[in-house]
């Protein structure tokens, strides 16, 4: 009976636990997604919103950069929530920025986020990835880097709009707990996701074997479609019956099991329909059946 470990109904409620945890992922990430980018500031006043899309606009129609920094000069000299704002290139040098000082000059990468809206950053937030530190615009106050936004001009160079604002250090401990919270929640959420996705198109492949139906064939398409291939197979399955005598698996065309020869299905002696032992009458002919 070692066939029977993994019987489908043990399967079944671990899919189920597992489809619940994949759901649960889903929504953790999302959650978990916003919360980040709450805590990372991404969600800066209007005027700091309305300064990056009109340097972006710039970027885009391919200005040169002293009339981008032109824009910049306007933009945040007034504005108490940003200590500069930059434009950088894919090497991290500032080609335009709020403190004209800083303009080719290399940033120093200690970025609180290592991606922009999902999109990773090409360089590595906390490295020191220059190498000229002299030469690195100098930080002041706890300032954080973040980058807001990122356009490509018309001879499709990249190009970063990037905000040093101020961070008390007890804020920062407390980011810093709260994203390796997020970070490893996270994790965990995602983990389980997989895992129920694997674990769905392993019970199909199990149970369509049990029910000498295509296995593997079954098996790939929920793997690809996950949801949607269990559901087409739940509707497309061949029923099996269970032989009171023995429990084997029986398709449902037979009378008696192949394995054992027990009775798995009574017919009505006169139309052959299938009939419950209860009945006293067949309810497709009327037939009066014996007790
Ligand atoms: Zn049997
Ligand atoms: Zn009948």
């Known amino acids: 009976m070692t066939k029977k470990v993994l019987s489908s109904k043990t399967i079944g409620i671990g899919l189920i636990t597992l489809i619940i945890v994949g759901f649960i992922s889903v929504i953790g990430s999302m959650l978990g997604g916003i919360q980040f980018n709450n805590i990372m500031g991404a969600n800066l006043n209007p005027a700091i919103d309305q300064s990056v899309n009109e340097i972006g606009k710039l970027i885009q129609q ?3 950069a002293a009339v981008i920094q032109q824009q910049l000069d306007g ?3 007034h504005n108490k929530q940003l200590k500069n704002l930059f434009v950088i290139n894919q090497e991290a040098l500032i080609i335009a920025a709020g403190d004209r000082s800083a303009i080719g000059l290399s940033l120093p990468l200690q970025f609180i986020s290592n991606s922009i809206k999902g999109v990773p950053l090409p360089f590595n937030h906390q490295s020191n990835y220059l190498p000229k530190r002299s030469t690195l615009y100098p930080l002041k106050e706890n300032q954080d880097l973040n980058v807001f936004e990122k356009y490509q001009s018309p001879d499709k160079m990249v190009y970063y709009v990037v905000g040093a604002f101020p961070v008390s250090p007890e804020m920062s401990a407390q980011q810093a707990h709260m994203v390796s919270m ?3 929640f996270m994790l965990i959420y995602r983990i389980c996701f997989i895992l129920s996705w694997l674990l769905l198109a392993l019970w199909v492949y199990l149970d369509a074997r049990r029910r000498h139906s295509n296995a593997a064939a079954w098996g790939i398409l929920t793997l690809l479609t996950s949801v949607i291939g269990w559901v087409v197979y739940l509707l497309a399955r061949p029923i099996v019956i269970t032989c009171p005598a023995c429990g084997e698996e029986q398709g449902q065309d037979g009378k008696y099991c192949t394995n054992c020869g027990a009775i798995i299905k009574t017919c009505c ?8 032992p209860t009945w006293h009458y067949c309810k497709t002919c009327g037939f009066k059946l014996s007790d």
């Open 75 to 77: 933009s945040v000299s």
């Open 62 to 64: 391919g200005e040169r």
């Open 182 to 184: 997020i970070t490893g």
């Open 269 to 276: 002696p006169q139309c052959s329909c299938e009939i419950k």
